[in-house]
């Protein structure tokens, strides 16, 4: 795992523990969809990357 990896799945993984009422994660971060699925797995919760906003906003209009 390269150490923005790292970095971001750390802090992500800590956001549950501090605040319980999160019930899923959204980013805009374009190099995020590298550490959306080891984030998903430190959570277990539903990650949201950009590519998600963008399929389902096209979804919503098509």
């Known amino acids: 795992m ?3 990896e790292v970095a971001v ?6 956001l549950p523990v501090s605040h319980p009422e999160i019930a899923s994660i959204r980013s805009d971060l374009a190099a995020f ?3 959306g699925p080891a ?7 539903p990650v949201y990357e950009i ?3 963008y399929r389902m906003t ?5």
Do not use: E, F, K
């Open 39 to 45: 984030s998903r797995r430190m959570t277990n919760l």
């Open 9 to 14: 799945v750390a802090c992500i993984a800590r």
């Open 58 to 62: 096209l979804a919503s209009v098509a």
């Open 33 to 35: 969809p590298m550490v």
């Open 2 to 4: 390269a150490a923005i």
């Open 51 to 53: 590519t998600d906003l």
